[in-house]
C-alpha cells in the first residue's frame, strides 16, 4: 500500500524566511506522479506542483521549488521569501496506478501547517 | 475557465438522515473524484467517475454512493448518515483521470448531529 509521510505537522516562521516542507513517499509502483497542495482556511485545495517518477530534476519555479530525490523517497517543498498569504495546510500527494495503469486516486500526507508571521 | 464548483458548501444534518452533494467539474474534464476529509483520517479518497461510470472506489461503506452525468457533473449520496461523517467532501476533477492532475473544488462541509 502507498503511504505518504508528513513529520512535520506545523512550522512557523517570520515572513521573508525560507521555508522546506517535507515529504517521505512509499509505493511499489514504478510509474507514479508526486504532488504538492495548499489547503489556506477557505477549504480549497490549490494544486501547486507535480513530478513524475521518471524526472528528477529539481526545478524553480517563482518562489516556490522541490528537490525529489527517488533514493531516499523524498519530495521535498521549498518556499522563498516566505510571505503571509503563504500561510496554509501544505498536503504531499502520491498517485496511485490502478490495474488498467491509469492514475486515479491520490494517497495524502497528513499536512503541514505553516504560519508565516508578519 | 471556471474552476470546480461544489453545492451546497454548508450543510446541517440529523443521524439517519441522507444527504445529496453536487460536483460541477472544470469545463471538459470528464473524471471527477470525490475525497473525505476529517482530522483524524485526513483526506481519503472515495471513488472516480469517467463518463458515467464509476471506475474506482476507496475503502467506504456502501452508504457513500454516486453517480456522473452525461455531462460530467456529479452527485454523492450518503445515505443513515452517522455522526463519524461529518466531514469536508472534496471534489476534484481532471481531463481522463489518466496520468492528470486534479483539480479541487471548494468543498461541502456536512455537520451531522
Known amino acids: 500500500a502507498q503511504k505518504v509521510t508528513q513529520a512535520q505537522t506545523e512550522i512557523s516562521v517570520v515572513e521573508k524566511e525560507d521555508v522546506t516542507l517535507d515529504c517521505v513517499y512509499e509505493?511499489?509502483?514504478?510509474?507514479?506522479?508526486l504532488f504538492w497542495y495548499k489547503q489556506p482556511p477557505s477549504g480549497e485545495l490549490v494544486f501547486l506542483i507535480r513530478r513524475n517518477s521518471f524526472d528528477e530534476q529539481n526545478e524553480i519555479s517563482g518562489r516556490y521549488s522541490w528537490n525529489f530525490q527517488k533514493s531516499t523517497s523524498s519530495f521535498n517543498f521549498t518556499i522563498t521569501a516566505s510571505q503571509v498569504v503563504d500561510s496554509a495546510v501544505y498536503f504531499c500527494a502520491l498517485s496511485e496506478v490502478n490495474s488498467g495503469g491509469s492514475n486515479y486516486k491520490l494517497t495524502f500526507g497528513k499536512g503541514t501547517l505553516l504560519t508565516v508571521n508578519p | 475557465k471556471a474552476g470546480v464548483t461544489q453545492t451546497p458548501r454548508y450543510l446541517i444534518k440529523t443521524r439517519g438522515q441522507q444527504v445529496t452533494l453536487s460536483c460541477s467539474p472544470i469545463?471538459?474534464?470528464?473524471?471527477v473524484s470525490w475525497y473525505q476529509q476529517t482530522p483524524g483520517q485526513g483526506l481519503q479518497f472515495l471513488f472516480e467517475y469517467f463518463s458515467e461510470t464509476q471506475r474506482n472506489k476507496g475503502n467506504f461503506p456502501g452508504r457513500f454512493s454516486g453517480r456522473q452525468f452525461s455531462n460530467s457533473r456529479s452527485e454523492m449520496n450518503v445515505s443513515t448518515l452517522e455522526l463519524g461523517d461529518s466531514a469536508l467532501y472534496l471534489c476534484?476533477?481532471?481531463?481522463?483521470?489518466?496520468?492528470?492532475?486534479?483539480?479541487f473544488g471548494p468543498g461541502t462541509r456536512l455537520t451531522v448531529l
Open positions: 509505493t511499489r509502483d514504478t510509474t507514479y506522479y
Open positions: 476534484a476533477s481532471s481531463p481522463s483521470g489518466e496520468s492528470d492532475t486534479q483539480y
Open positions: 469545463s471538459g474534464h470528464r473524471s
